[in-house]
């Protein structure tokens, strides 16, 4: 089975420029979570998502960062504009139904923000 | 908010010994979750804990959720090579819905 497909796997761009992470979810999970990873302040939850629907969104950092998911199978993480400070592991996971059952996560996307 | 303390940071064993690691919280958790993180690729779930008290095995992996639900150790038996990685905890809780808490991580070296 195909599990949390992300891309793309690395990312190095010039700050100011807008940055773009895609998302597909597993089949028939109903909740998708976007995190950031970084050594300072290690997983961080940025959004969840369930049935397409942003549930909450408190971890995004700031106006820069937004998220959608246009539908079951698709979704975006998007910084405009990038700042060096943006540079970490984004990870993409989902789960069946929501929040209570474990996450599955993809590979991430290692961006780096020159 | 929630805070996790896991320990050890990181744990350097030879191959063979057995291995132990916990994770406590101020507060209560509904859910803990044992993830193991390889170099380059996203977490895995190991092993899920439901009910205070439970302890579950996945193969040489065993974890319990402590009584008080705001603890959790995961143990590997036998340690081998290829069980390198970070492992993290995490909790989640009925009053902070969507949000899973992570522990810092630890990183099991084991030498051959």
């Known amino acids: 089975d195909a599990g949390v497909i992300q891309s793309p796997r690395h990312e190095v761009t010039e700050m100011g420029q807008e940055v773009t992470l895609r998302c597909k979810p597993i089949?028939?999970?109903?909740?998708l979570f976007w995190y950031r990873q970084t050594m300072m302040r290690g997983l961080e939850l940025l959004i969840y998502?369930?049935?397409?629907?942003?549930?909450?969104d408190s971890g995004m950092p700031e106006d820069r960062f937004s998220a959608k998911m246009p539908n079951a199978s698709f979704s975006t993480l998007k910084i405009q504009p990038s700042e060096p400070r943006d540079s970490a592991v984004y990870f993409c996971?989902?789960?069946?139904?929501?929040?209570?059952?474990?996450?599955?996560f993809g590979d991430g996307t290692r961006l780096s923000i020159l | 908010g929630q805070q996790l303390n896991q320990s050890p940071q990181s744990m350097f064993i030879q191959e063979g010994e057995d291995v132990s690691m916990n994770c406590t919280s101020s507060?209560?958790?509904?859910?803990w979750l044992w993830y193991k993180q390889d170099p380059g690729e996203g977490p895995v779930l190991l092993i899920a804990?439901?009910?205070?008290?439970e302890l579950t095995s996945n193969g040489r992996l065993t974890a319990q959720f402590g009584i008080t639900r705001k603890d959790s150790f995961l143990n590997i038996s036998a340690s081998i090579p290829s069980d390198v990685g970070i492992y993290f905890c995490?909790?989640?809780?009925?009053?902070?819905?969507?949000?899973?808490?992570f522990g810092d991580g630890t990183t099991l070296t084991v030498k051959p």
């Open positions: 089949s028939g999970h109903n909740s």
């Open positions: 996971a989902s789960s069946l139904v929501d929040w209570s059952q474990p996450q599955h």
């Open positions: 804990l439901y009910k205070a008290g």
């Open positions: 995490a909790g989640q809780s009925n009053t902070n819905a969507g949000k899973s808490t």
């Open positions: 507060s209560i958790f509904n859910t």
């Open positions: 998502f369930n049935n397409n629907v942003p549930i909450d």
